[in-house]
């Protein structure tokens, strides 16, 4: 082919022909016979090989041609975002074996893991357009970024933006103290005044929905609730038979 890839064979006795369409360097054959069109589609069929055309006296037949595409390529980083910013900061490590799913134009999937640098490559793609994703938590990570993105490649291109972030799980909360024998009705806890045992604590979400959660104090009159998500709570004692609440 010249320097704008055309190619021409002259002087051919009238009777039937092929063609064979060598790949460049670095290059794949593009889908044959697409768009119903003979003109404009690719005939490099397997192995570079057109379809036989048969040539009568004089004809000229322009219409065998050949589409090569390089393959693309897309990927990066799923990282711990240490500060929850969305920014992949100097000595945020990347988190090693998340699953990344690819989906193709044709809508079937892909997936990879990325390695123990929190790396990951999808590479030999067709151009078009790709979706990736990630999990929404990883081993307790919630994401700082979204959890899906869209690309669209052209031949050659490699994406290297698609990159995940995760923040380390929120720390869990508690709450708890004391229910006491509260002797001068004042409703301080002066000393000496010792704690109830066995009083039903049950805890509330601040919306006033059961959050499923009660508990006893203990011999001390010490009661806790433990693991708590971030939020609002608030609790109802039970008031011990015999006895009114204090102030």
């Known amino acids: 082919t010249d320097i704008i890839g055309f190619y021409q064979f002259d002087d051919l006795q009238p009777g039937d022909y092929y063609v064979v369409f060598g790949a460049p360097s670095g290059y794949d054959a593009s889908p044959a016979n697409q768009g119903g069109d003979d003109a404009t589609d690719s005939d490099a069929g397997v192995g570079g090989q057109s379809h036989t055309t048969t040539l009568s006296p004089g004809e000229h037949d322009p219409t065998i041609d050949a589409g090569f595409y390089q393959p693309a390529s897309l990927g990066d980083f799923v990282w711990l975002d240490n500060d929850g910013d969305g920014v992949q900061d100097p000595g945020e490590p990347g988190i090693p074996g998340v699953t990344v799913t690819l989906t193709l134009p044709d809508g079937t999937t892909l997936t990879t893991v ?62 708890g103290d004391f229910v006491w024998l509260d002797s001068d009705a004042d409703g301080v806890q002066d000393a000496g005044e010792v704690g109830l045992a066995g009083v039903t604590v049950t805890l509330f979400n601040g919306d006033g929905t059961a959050t499923g959660l009660s508990t006893t104090t203990d011999a001390t009159g ?22 009114d609440a204090s102030p």
Do not use: K, M, R
């Open 222 to 243: 010490f009661y806790q609730f433990d693991d708590l998500q971030p939020g609002d709570y608030y609790v109802v004692f039970g008031a011990p038979s015999g006895y």
């Open 114 to 175: 990325t390695d123990n640098d929190g790396l990951y490559l999808f590479d030999g793609l067709v151009p078009g357009t790709y979706t990736v994703s990630v999990p929404a938590t990883v081993d307790g990570n919630n994401p700082t970024t979204p959890i899906t993105l869209t690309t669209t490649l052209s031949s050659g291109e490699h994406d290297p933006t698609l990159d995940f972030g995760y923040e380390p799980p929120t720390p869990l909360s508690s709450l």
